[in-house]
């Protein structure tokens, strides 16, 4: 292959469809994981825009599915011999519980399980293409996770009402950080760097179960508060910058880059080994990783 490879899950809206249009700008091929085929033909129109010789392949999975993250795995490295690029962005703020089909809470799912079994998936290509990296979009709201009990809250499905909705969604976040340096811990930094980041507040479609959302994006976009186009750049800055090239298992704030801790909860080695203990016992039932 020519050209880099960038995997980009949610890449067909907000902060993934920026960041998957600067990467193709600067000549990457853009594998695309969708749901949507209609915003999948917008996103392969918008990036054909962006650059006259983009390359760009589109996956379909639900990654709010663990069996269907890893046969979406499976499908991109036998597709790619070589992968530079792994941006885990796909994200769900659910303002009411919603259990998927394999009886997991939906934005568990989507937010730290589909996105532990595609990393998990991909891993060899990643280290047999190396040197390659990983993305992983976390949030601030990983602060409103007041605690951590991994076996607990990886498979808390119970009801919870809008205001309650915050935290949970924090802790799916703070999930996101221990796990991206727990796996920092277990990989090579010399064949592959893994990082996480904080993207900021973005007037993207995250919180679209929210009634009345459309219309305080459309605002908020006016207005030109929340730019999506700040929080894409600290995704594609990790992603390119060779100022990270030996940088593995950080966490950094959409403000310059600034190096931020895991919150509390979640910041011991121990509880990001429990984490990933955990999520390899309960994925094991699915055969998963």
């Given amino acids: 292959m020519d050209r880099p490879v960038a995997v980009i899950t949610g890449a067909t809206s907000g902060l993934g469809r920026i960041a998957a249009l600067e990467l193709a700008r600067r000549g990457y091929r853009i594998g695309a994981v969708a749901r949507s085929r209609p915003k999948a033909e917008r996103l392969l129109s918008d990036l054909r825009a ?85 993305v992983n979009v976390a949030s601030e709201a990983a602060k409103q996770a007041r605690t951590m009990s991994p076996g607990r809250d990886l498979r808390h499905t119970a ?74 750049g600290i995704i594609v800055r990790l992603a390119t910058d060779s100022a990270f090239t030996h940088t593995s298992g950080g966490y950094f704030s959409v403000r310059d880059a600034k190096p931020l801790h895991c919150p509390e909860p979640g910041r011991s080695e121990r509880v990001q080994r429990e984490l990933w203990a955990e999520t390899v016992a309960l994925l094991a039932g699915l055969g998963a990783p």
Avoid at 57 to 68: E, H, K, M, T
Avoid at 208 to 216: V, Y
């Fill in 50 to 134: 962006a650059s006259a010789d983009v390359q760009t392949d589109i996956f379909y999975a639900d990654l709010g599915l663990v069996s269907q993250a890893r046969r979406v795995g499976e499908e991109i490295a036998a597709h790619y011999p070589r992968l530079d690029v792994l941006v885990n962005n796909a994200g769900l703020h659910a303002f009411s519980q919603r259990t998927t089909t394999e009886g997991f809470a939906e934005m568990t799912a989507v937010n730290y399980l589909g996105p532990f079994v595609l990393t998990e998936t991909l891993t060899n290509t990643l280290v047999t293409s190396g040197p390659a990296r990983i």
């Fill in 159 to 232: 009801p919870y009402t809008r205001r309650e909705s915050m935290a949970l969604y924090g802790r799916t976040k703070l999930m996101t950080i221990m796990w991206t340096q727990e796996l920092a811990r277990r990989l090579d930094a010399t064949k592959v760097t893994v990082n996480c980041c904080d993207p900021g507040f973005n007037a993207t479609g995250l919180g679209r179960d929210l009634p009345g959302s459309r219309l305080l994006q459309r605002v908020l976009n006016t207005l030109k508060v929340g730019d999506p186009r700040q929080g894409a």
